[in-house]
């Protein structure tokens, strides 16, 4: 019995196999829960299908494109088909940024790409809270997890438009928290120190972040996204069933030193 044995869980923004939702999906599987994953497009549902036999438990998997009208909820008819006595567990794991906006000058970002960012960044959040509530209300009780970075509250060099999408993300969790709480769904998000996931090795620089650490962190080691999934089994556990509007960190606590 596994800690998250009898627990159904969405996990969504599994790219590959360096992705931080993908070493979520692989505790998730080893603490027994039950799995619904999504892919956004017919390249990444490949890199998915090649994923899913390492899993002792076959996730259900469905199309998901937070920029596409209708397919939130496309998705959630599909989701409460295949659970019509609901879901315990979203995991949020969507970042996306135009790659110019992410070098040079933030002054320059443009119009299309900040919305960009902060809709399948942060906007995809609370979207897919809305949809999730019917099945969280049907269980009783709901824990909702998103990943975020320091860049949200320091200036990281070619971060720039991710990181002003980050800052909302989190701040979205404590509103998000607020609103839930009273229904027993708690919303909380790690911050992951640097990982070369799909998404980071978009980051100009992400080499030296991670040589960084080695140097400058209380644990000179960085981090993998097996820690990252270990801290989000915590977070949707009942061990944690009394933290809600929190950022954990899982950085070595690189966070808290300074320059």
Known sequence: MGLLSGVRAVVVGIANKRSMAWGIAQAFDRE??????TYQNDRLKGNLDKLIPELSHPPLVFP???TVDGNIENFQTQMEHAW?????????????AKRDDMKGRF???SWDG???AQNVSAYSLTALARVML???????SGSIITLTYEGSTRVMPNYNVMGVAKAALESSVRYLALDLGKDHIRVNAISAGAVKTLAGAGVKGISTALHAVTEKAPIPENISIDDVGNAAVFLASPWARRITGQILFVDSGMHIMGA
């Open 107 to 109: 002054v320059d970002t």
């Open 32 to 37: 027994g829960a039950d799995l619904i994953t």
């Open 64 to 66: 998901l494109d937070v």
């Open 134 to 140: 019917p099945s969280f209300e049907k269980t009783g």
């Open 114 to 116: 900040y919305m960009l």
């Open 84 to 96: 019509p006595d609901g879901a315990h567990v979203l995991v949020h794991s969507m970042a996306h």
